[in-house]
């Protein structure tokens, strides 16, 4: 028969373990206050001490947004301390710049920042309204203050609806950034059975006169205006076989 503990016995090992809770509820204590002053702490030297500066925010790949306008904002939003410097509030930036495709933000150094950008490709000038086509069908204002006037695009007037937009955008999406350059300037000659025809001036004065349907076609353009009768200056697309043929501008 198992011997029963006695009264004392069971009076001293209560009180044990309340000795040994109320330890441990005080050692818990102890460590609370102490991971508080180092919050306190840390947060006081990122505040105070140089060492915690951020130093530097380098941003690459942008061609069109200028580089002292996405420092400026980035920097906005740091409040120049490392430890306060959020990989998601300077996201939530990047996110606001309609011309910012995609992006990575990389940390090279303890106090230095790396951004990197992708800018969505722009097709064109659109000069009625200031705006810039970009290839997601986008029409943004082209601001001088925060942007550098993109190179190699065509001045366009004439489309200002936003199906306009998206059927531009289409063609000249068929153009690869090359010859998109040889466009100089492209506008609205709507005809009775085309709304959206265009007439072009090629940088070397030839004029084009086309759907926005056959717009590929020029991406053959070197050949077709070596193989141009030396007294035509001027190019039409057939819109049903979209095959080029040569007359004098002035006939």
Known sequence: MAEVPSVDV???????????????????????????????????????????????????????????????????????????????????????????????????????????????????????????????????????STMNYPIGVPLISGYTDTIAHERLAEALLSLSAENLMNISELKSEPKSYDVYYAHLRMMDGIQVYTALSSLHVLNDYLKIRNALNPNHDCIAIDEITAVPYSFSCDS
């Open 10 to 144: 069971l009076i001293a090992e209560q009180r044990a373990k309340k000795q040994a809770l109320k330890r441990m509820k005080l050692k818990r204590f102890f460590i609370s206050l102490l991971s508080l002053f180092l919050l306190v702490g840390s947060s006081y030297a990122v505040i105070h001490f140089d060492y915690f500066d951020l130093k530097k925010i380098d941003v690459t790949g942008n061609r069109v947004l200028k580089s002292s306008y996405l420092q400026e904002i980035l920097w906005l939003n740091t409040q120049g301390k490392v430890g306060l410097t959020s990989g998601i509030r300077l996201s939530q930036k990047i996110d606001e710049e309609a011309l910012i495709a995609s992006y990575t933000i990389k940390y090279p150094h303890f106090n230095e920042v790396l951004v990197h950008v992708n800018e969505y490709r722009i097709l064109a000038h659109l000069i009625d309204e200031n705006l810039i086509l970009l290839e997601n069908n986008q029409a943004i204002n082209l601001d001088a």
